[in-house]
């Protein structure tokens, strides 16, 4: 959380929301954020149902889940998904942050793609293939 | 339900952050990534 925090900035600049969902309650979530003055956004699940939805099932050794995460494109579409071995098994920021820039210059790439396609007749062809 | 898949569109949600303003993954398509960190507690 600290490096995340440490990063935010430059998640910012490459239009990504951090989203962390726990399943800590909502007082848990307030003392916490407040403590490590987070800018990002906290979403208390104590009833684990996107934990279930998106995380992994629990491990053998009943410890809980172990830490995940997802990178969801602008067209919402699951383009990373992660899910840690133990709970240090965690993702650089540089690797997150690389696949935000990967992901934006595809972006870019379509959108480029578009412009120049629009009076054409592939247009039909180019949107079945999104 | 639908599983999360990688290359797929991914489940919906709404929870509450915990000021209480409620918070879609869907209100972010069209306009931001979003990196989503499902952590196991903080303790």
């Known amino acids: 959380m600290a490096q995340l925090r440490r990063d935010y900035?430059?998640?910012?600049?490459?239009?990504a929301e951090v989203i962390v969902v726990g399943p800590?309650?909502?007082?848990?979530?307030?003392?916490?954020?407040?403590?490590?003055?987070?800018?990002?956004i906290g979403l208390p699940d104590p009833s684990s149902s996107v934990l279930k939805r998106y995380g992994q099932e629990f491990n053998l050794f009943?410890?809980?889940?172990m830490p995940a995460q997802a990178i969801v494109d602008k067209a919402g579409r699951v383009r990373y998904l992660h899910y840690g071995r133990s709970m240090s098994d965690i993702p650089s920021g540089e690797?997150?942050?690389?696949i935000l820039d990967e992901l934006n210059r595809q972006d870019e790439r379509a959108a480029t793609k578009r412009q120049t396609t629009d009076d054409t007749d592939d247009t039909d062809i180019l949107r079945s293939r999104r | 339900m639908s599983k999360v898949a990688l290359n797929a569109q991914a489940p919906d949600f709404t929870l509450d952050?915990?000021?209480?303003?409620?918070?879609?993954l869907s209100d972010y398509r069209g306009c931001?990534?979003?990196?989503?960190?499902l952590n196991r507690?903080?303790?």
């Open chain 1, 24 to 40: 800590d309650d909502a007082d848990a979530f307030a003392d916490y954020w407040r403590e490590e003055r987070l800018p990002f």
């Open chain 1, 9 to 15: 900035d430059r998640f910012v600049e490459r239009d």
């Open chain 2, 41 to 43: 507690g903080f303790f």
């Open chain 1, 62 to 65: 009943k410890l809980g889940r």
């Open chain 2, 17 to 24: 952050d915990f000021e209480g303003h409620p918070v879609r």
């Open chain 2, 32 to 37: 931001k990534n979003v990196v989503l960190v």
């Open chain 1, 95 to 98: 690797q997150l942050l690389d």
